[in-house]
Antibody
């Protein structure tokens, strides 16, 4: 069974950085890209970027360019999302989500449980 | 940017009724990349529909998706109590944009 288990809640001050992990199990890690999506309190979903878990190549939403870095460690089948220069409006639940591609179609089929990141002075 | 606009914002129905949720794209969309998610409070989104009309593994057949041009529809044929949630449409690929969500609430 596929599982994505994320690291625990974080509290940071404005200007600081945060790194969230997403440990995977139950499938071949390098066969599926991994995405990160965030959700501010009471708001909708916002896509941040993806990482090709085989090559390490990344693609980021323009909004987060220069502030977000996605990395992976294939030895522990874990993906990481680091967000720098945090602001109060970065307070959100951050999700990792596995990319599912099938028959020229696809989506984000398995999600982590979410990590709450609170930015407050 | 291809903007996805969902309607209505809130839909109030009773168990057993039929729900019709809409998602309109501002530009032409490859139907194979339109996805629907369900999200309950405090939970991660759940993958429901991909390719506009294909149900994900384990999704009951009361959930169905359809498309007409740039208008996408999620239909729940007979609402069960566990179906009351927020539903998002999503464009897989490109900018990976999401609609703003439709809240399906119990009347």
């Amino acid at each position: 069974q596929v599982h994505l288990v994320q690291s625990g809640a974080e509290v940071r001050k404005p200007g600081a950085s945060v790194k969230v992990s997403c440990q995977t199990s139950g499938y071949s890690f390098a066969l599926n890209y991994m995405h990160w999506v965030r959700q501010a309190p009471g708001q909708g979903l916002e896509w941040m970027g993806w990482i090709n878990t085989a090559s390490g190549d990344t693609n980021y939403a323009q909004k987060f360019q220069g502030r977000v870095t996605l990395t992976r460690d294939t030895s522990v089948t874990t993906v990481y999302m680091e967000l720098t220069r945090l602001r109060s409006d970065d307070t959100a639940v951050y999700y990792c989500a596995r990319d599912f591609y099938y028959d020229e179609s696809g989506g984000l089929d398995v999600w982590g449980q979410g990590t709450m990141v609170t930015v407050s002075s | 940017d291809n903007v996805l606009t969902q309607s209505p914002g809130t839909l109030s129905l009773s168990p057993g009724e039929r729900a019709t949720l809409s998602c309109r794209a501002s530009q032409s969309v490859n139907n194979k990349f339109l996805v629907w998610f369900q999200q309950k409070p405090g939970q991660a989104p759940r993958f429901l529909i991909y390719g506009a009309s294909s149900r994900a593994t384990g999704i009951p057949d009361r959930f169905s998706g359809s498309v007409s041009g740039t208008d996408f529809t999620l239909t729940i044929s007979r609402l069960e109590p566990e179906d009351f949630a927020v539903y998002y449409c999503h464009l897989y690929g490109g900018l990976y944009s999401f609609g703003q969500g439709t809240k399906l609430e119990i009347k």
